[in-house]
């Protein structure tokens, strides 16, 4: 059992149950068996695993935004990073886990069946094509991304997900500050507005994160996002 985990999680006021532990034990070692043979990550080590996914993608929980029953989306999710610790620790959450990766999308489904978790979904698709559908568009309470993009194509790959009233909680590194200058125009364009930026140290580490906290104020205009690799080749 792991120690790191548990005491990390006090640490950041979050109640950790005995059937939680073990959905992170199990996940953990299908994580390490499974990178084996498809890449999944560059963090194998046990201590690490713990500290730099488990207990990182915990840290939005410091905010009260997942109270409740809430439609969450993770926007390039990779190996469940943050959606599924999210959904171990908040069972009521309704989560989709999106990345453009098929084996990836292979390997969250096995993990959800072997920990058995119920409203939670894996779809192969890049976000800016899934965002146009109307049966996605504008439905989620939050939409959530870790080690995606920059902020500016960032934005625009999440905040058309994002309901009227909902939150894009963008995962940074600890110097979010240039990104958040460049960010800006792309966030009010699509119909958002920076309602806070928390720095963050992960438990049990010295490590600094920033969350940058997105409420959506105002429809995102019909145009984005926009098609061609867009997003990414020339940024709002
Ligand atoms: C560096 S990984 C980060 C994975 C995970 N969020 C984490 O923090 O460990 C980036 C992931 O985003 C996915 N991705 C990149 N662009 C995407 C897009 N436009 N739509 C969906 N997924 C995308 C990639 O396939 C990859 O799995």
């Known amino acids: 059992m792991s120690d790191i985990l548990i005491k990390g999680a006090e640490e950041l006021n979050i109640s950790i149950e005995e059937k939680d532990i073990n959905s992170f034990e199990i996940y953990k070692e299908m994580l390490k068996e499974w990178n084996t043979k498809i890449n999944i990550t560059t963090i194998t080590d046990d201590e690490d695993i713990d500290i730099k996914h488990f207990l990182d993608s915990l840290t939005p929980l410091v905010t009260n935004l997942f109270d409740g029953k809430k439609n969450l989306i993770d926007i390039g999710t990779g190996g ?8 171990i620790i908040k069972r009521e959450l309704n989560v989709t886990l999106l990345d453009s990766l098929n084996k990836r999308i292979n ?8 920990l058995e978790l119920e409203d939670i979904i894996a779809i192969h698709a890049r976000a800016e094509e ?3 559908k109307p049966v996605y568009r504008e439905k989620y309470d939050i939409a959530i991304s870790r ?3 920059s902020l500016n194509t960032l934005s625009e790959y ?7 009233g909902g939150y894009f909680i963008s995962m940074k590194g600890p110097d979010a500050e240039e990104e958040l200058k460049s960010g800006n125009n792309a966030i009010k364009v699509l119909g958002g507005r920076i309602v806070d930026k928390k720095l963050i140290c992960i438990p049990e580490s010295d490590i600094m994160h920033s969350l940058i906290i997105i409420e959506k104020i105002k429809e995102t205009p019909t145009k984005y996002p926009r098609g061609g690799g867009k997003p990414r080749k020339n940024p709002l």
């Open 130 to 132: 899934m965002s146009i």
């Open 147 to 149: 080690a995606v993009a």
């Open 80 to 87: 469940g990073f943050p959606g599924i610790p999210l959904k």
């Open 107 to 114: 390997f969250l489904n096995e993990v959800i069946n072997r």
């Open 158 to 164: 999440c905040i058309p997900f994002v309901k009227l």
